[in-house]
């Protein structure tokens, strides 16, 4: 079952008897034990029906003794497991899953990584619950999931500062609401959210920023390569050498691949589809890029890449003297010099 479907039927008070929320975007699992504790109970029967417990303090038998109580002048009541994750006996309660008690709605909160979907445990959740995998967004899903997120709730964004947050934010969702919200305290619903407004509010530059620099490089705008360098150097907040990488590779990945639909003779519309774009003008912007990095081009500046990520991580014993901003400038400079010829 998918977030949107679950967290319908959870509204609608048709509840499972075990839930299993488990995976790598804890985000989702917030949502459905908040949303399952709002409506599996009243105000009134919490007092006697609501159990929290956590993993690390907790062991399986005291699991099953709450779970099957009866409740207390309640139709159910509700049984809340977090960090399951931490439990050092958890895959005990396959017993209890495999015939867990109707009046009871336990929910195992398992966050940051999935459980073995081979264990007894998730088999029996599987066939007598619900079991909800919390996967974490790609990269190129998190301007929509903005955007998204936004309408929900009165409010539109621009595609360019959808990106800019994205660029900027990474794709933790926690983060992304968080900021989302504290924008929308100070604007009114049915207000466009421009790039502007993101650089006031969040204190992103939408000129100096990590997207910025991926254009900038990629269309061997050198001039401008500095200007976004030199900002980073009074700003070294603003770019972590190892979010560059990662952004770099995503970018030009996509490239890489624009190359590939090229060969193919794809249509506009499917390479648009392929590579995740809403608008036409990103993919001018990839296009742009492909004319200026051969196949051979992009496997070297994969391989720097790689060799500046790990660099930074700290592999490489002759890194005496040189900060993370130097990294990034001469990573920068290697890119912007490897040879390039026309698709």
């Avoid at 604007?187 to 997207?211: A, C, H």
């Avoid at 592999?315 to 005496?320: E, F, R, T, Y």
Wanted: proline letters at 3%; aromatic letters at 10%.
């Amino acid at each position: 079952m998918d977030f949107s479907s679950l967290l319908k039927s959870v509204k609608a008070k048709d509840f499972a008897p075990i839930y299993l929320l488990h995976g790598e975007e804890p985000y989702f699992i917030d949502q459905l034990e908040e949303s399952i504790e709002q409506h599996a109970l009243q105000e009134h029967e919490r007092a006697f029906n609501q159990t929290i417990l956590y993993g690390k303090d907790t062991e399986h038998l005291q699991v099953i003794d709450a779970a099957r109580r009866f409740p207390m002048m309640a139709e159910r009541q509700l049984i809340i497991l977090r960090e399951a994750q931490d439990m050092r006996d958890l895959k005990e309660l396959a017993a209890y899953a495999a015939k867990p008690a109707p009046t009871t709605v336990l929910v195992i909160s398992h966050k940051h990584k999935k459980l073995n979907g081979n264990l007894a445990l998730t088999k029996n959740i599987k066939q007598n619950g619900v079991v909800f995998e919390s996967k974490g967004l790609y990269d190129n899903k998190v301007p929509n999931w903005i955007s998204g997120y936004l309408r929900d709730r009165k409010y539109r964004i621009q595609p360019e500062a959808s990106n800019l947050l994205a660029e900027f934010l990474g794709t933790s969702l926690g983060k992304i609401t968080n900021e989302l919200d504290k924008l929308m305290l100070n604007l009114s619903p049915g207000t466009e959210i421009t790039t502007q407004i993101v650089e006031d509010q969040v204190g992103v530059s939408k000129d100096y920023n990590v997207f910025e620099l991926q254009r900038a490089i990629g269309h061997h705008d050198t001039v401008k390569s500095a200007r976004i360098l030199n900002y980073f150097r009074a700003n070294p907040k603003a770019a972590p050498l190892p979010m560059v990488t990662g952004s770099l590779y995503n970018y030009f990945s996509k490239v890489y691949l624009l190359k590939e639909l090229h060969r193919k003779r794809e249509s506009r519309q499917e390479i648009m589809k392929v590579l995740g774009l809403r608008f036409d003008f990103f993919l001018e912007d990839y296009e742009k890029t492909a004319r200026n990095y051969s196949e051979p081009a992009l496997q070297r500046l994969f391989a720097l890449l790689r060799e500046y990520d790990l660099k930074s991580k700290g592999v490489d014993s002759n890194l005496a003297g040189k900060g993370e901003h130097e990294l990034l400038k001469e990573l920068v400079w290697k890119i912007m010099n490897i040879s390039t010829v026309v698709i």
